[in-house]
């Protein structure tokens, strides 16, 4: 039976008997010990990588560069379970006096996943609200 946790450390840890998947915000090291990364960071991921942990299915996503670029969406699907969504770095306490172009539509993107909560982002309310917050920013009104 699949487990996600949250560590100490902040990181999001999927195990499902010895395969073990973490996530971080900027990388992911799947159960092969392979490390999944967004091109801009130095690895090969474009868009999206997906895979399984046991029972679990899991995507992981870049959905636009964020407040530093690269960051990483985690959606773990495990049977029984509403899905399990991690924004890492997408949304910060902080929002600088400008942000890149594609960090709010990143961020719309991201609320379509969130059923009620996230792992580390709060609610799909909080989300929302953070959005919001963007918006104002990005468009001069912050």
């Known amino acids: 039976m699949s487990e996600v946790s949250i560590r100490d450390d902040g990181t999001i840890e999927v195990v499902d008997g010895e395969q073990v998947l973490v996530y971080t915000p900027y990388a992911v090291t799947a159960p092969d010990g392979t490390t999944v990364a967004h091109e801009s960071r130095g690895g090969q991921m474009a868009a ?3 895979g399984a942990v046991g029972e679990a299915f899991v995507e992981v996503s870049h959905l636009g560069h964020g407040p530093e670029g690269g960051e990483l969406v985690m959606v773990v699907t495990r049977p029984g379970h509403s899905p399990d969504v991690a924004l890492g ?3 910060t306490d902080d929002i600088p006096a400008t942000v890149p172009d594609s960090w709010p539509a990143a961020v719309d ?3 379509g996943l969130i059923v009620d909560t996230t792992l580390d982002s709060g609610t799909k309310d909080d989300v929302e609200a953070f959005h919001q917050r963007l918006l104002g920013v990005w468009f001069g009104h912050g």
């Open 48 to 50: 999206v990588w997906a």
């Open 89 to 91: 770095a997408l949304v």
């Open 109 to 111: 993107l991201a609320i």
